[in-house]
């Protein structure tokens, strides 16, 4: 009786499945969006801008709005290409240049010192608060007369009204920013050690800067508004006499040309404040 001898069934080798391809990484370039975002804001602040001048082009030519009290846009910066070509608009324009950035220099040089000390000293603000709260509710603009009687009518009197509008906003920020510091953040420099010299140094007024620009973002408006307002009043040269000079002489386009130019000077003025908050705020985390 022959025996049967049972075959083992051989299975072949399990093939190794190859592992997936792993999808490449995609690179991030977060400046991609920043470049989209930023062209994104400037098409939009483009295009209101060109909306306000067709309107301002078209409506006067269709009738809409009187062309002798609001000349289209295309005479307006034909009046100003004049000025421009004959150096009358660059002269105006040197002349209160100067006299805005001097009183708005003088503001920050004092204001900001005087209010570091308010905000970080106790005794100083007691002393001081009094005086303070007296004269920050006296509009500026109240005070012309004061300034022009006291000082004259030459430069004097125009840098100093130019100063004590531009100082409360730099002052009050100041003291706001160094006050509302995250009372944490003080107790945990002073528990590593900080003396009050150092504290003040790297904590208080890092901390308070971005008030203290927001003040100073103010002023740099005030010292444009308050100087076309002082040079209407016994100025003879400056875009707020350019201004005045044109509406008495019934040249509106050069009216027109005079506010496009305060305008323009104002805009400049606030890009380049924002950009050295920007410089002097580089230690924060921006999104």
Not at 88 to 114: K, M, N, Q, Y
Not at 211 to 217: A, Y
Not at 248 to 267: E, H, K, Q
Request: glycine share 6%; hydrophobic share 55%.
């Amino acid at each position: 009786m022959s025996s049967l001898t049972p075959v083992a069934l051989r299975t072949p080798p399990a093939t190794p499945i190859p592992p997936a391809a792993a999808a490449p990484p995609v690179p991030a370039y977060p400046w991609n969006r920043r470049v989209l975002r930023g062209a994104g804001t400037v098409v939009t602040r483009v295009a209101a801008i060109a909306v306000l001048a067709a309107v301002w082009e078209v409506f006067p030519r269709l009738g809409l709005v009187d062309a002798t009290f609001l000349p289209p846009l295309s005479e307006v910066l034909s009046a100003w290409w004049q000025l421009v070509l004959s150096g009358e608009l660059i002269d105006h324009a040197r002349a209160s240049l100067t006299r805005s950035l001097a009183g708005f220099g003088l503001a920050v040089v004092v204001a900001i010192p005087l209010g570091l000390l308010i905000g970080w000293y106790k005794p100083v603000a007691n002393l001081l608060n009094p005086v303070l709260e007296l004269f920050r509710n006296t509009a500026a603009l109240a005070l012309l007369p004061v300034f022009v009687l006291i000082l004259g009518l030459g430069e004097t009197s125009k840098i100093a009204i130019i100063f004590y509008a531009c100082a409360w906003p730099i002052l009050l920020n100041t003291v706001s920013g160094v006050r509302t510091v995250d009372p944490l953040l003080i107790k945990s420099a002073r528990s590593l050690g900080l003396g009050p010299l150092r504290l003040f140094q790297k904590v208080i007024l890092p901390a308070a800067v971005p008030t203290i620009f927001t003040g100073i973002r103010l002023a740099g408006a005030y010292s444009i508004l308050i100087l076309i307002a002082a040079e209407m009043v016994g100025a003879k040269a400056g875009l707020g006499y350019l201004i005045n000079y044109a509406q008495y002489n019934f040249a509106v386009p050069d009216m027109y040309a005079g506010i496009i130019t305060i305008s323009a000077i104002g805009l400049v003025v606030n890009q380049l404040l924002v950009l050295t908050e920007r410089r002097f705020s580089t230690w924060r985390t921006t999104n």
